[in-house]
C-alpha cells in the first residue's frame, strides 16, 4: 500500500509559477512510474507528466517546455514545477504511482487555478 499526499495547489495569476509536490508513505524506489494527472470541471482526467525510477520523463503537449517533473527517491517525493501558467491550467492536479507489479494508487487532489 502506498498513500500519496499532494501539496502546493493554490490561486495564481496568469504568467505566474507553483510547485507542486507529493509525498509517498514509503520509498518510492519501489515504484516504477509516478505522474501528475489533471481533471479539470467537466471533462476526464488526463495525463500531465510522468517519471520513471530512471529518471525518463513524459509530459503532456500541452504542458512541454512549461511544466518540469523530479522525483526525489531519498525524500519519497515527486515534484512538479508549473511555470508561465495560463487559465487552461485550472483543474485539480492527482499525483499517481505505480509499482512494478503494476499497483496504481492516487492522491486526493490538490487545486490549481490560473486567472486571467
Known amino acids: 500500500q502506498v498513500q500519496l499526499v499532494e501539496s502546493g495547489g493554490g490561486l495564481v495569476q496568469s504568467g505566474e509559477s507553483l510547485r507542486l509536490s507529493c509525498a509517498a508513505s514509503r520509498g518510492i524506489f519501489s515504484i516504477n512510474v509516478m505522474g501528475w494527472y489533471r481533471q479539470a470541471p467537466g471533462k476526464q482526467r488526463e495525463l500531465v507528466a510522468t517519471i520513471t525510477g530512471g529518471g525518463r520523463t513524459n509530459y503532456a503537449d500541452s504542458v512541454k517546455g512549461r511544466f518540469t517533473i523530479s522525483r526525489d527517491n531519498a525524500k519519497n517525493t515527486v515534484y512538479l514545477q508549473m511555470n508561465t501558467l495560463k487559465p487552461e491550467d485550472t483543474a485539480v492536479y492527482y499525483c499517481?504511482?505505480?509499482?512494478?507489479?503494476?499497483?496504481?494508487?492516487w492522491g486526493q487532489g490538490t487545486q490549481v487555478t490560473v486567472s486571467s
Open positions: 499517481n504511482a505505480k509499482t512494478y507489479s503494476s499497483l496504481a494508487y
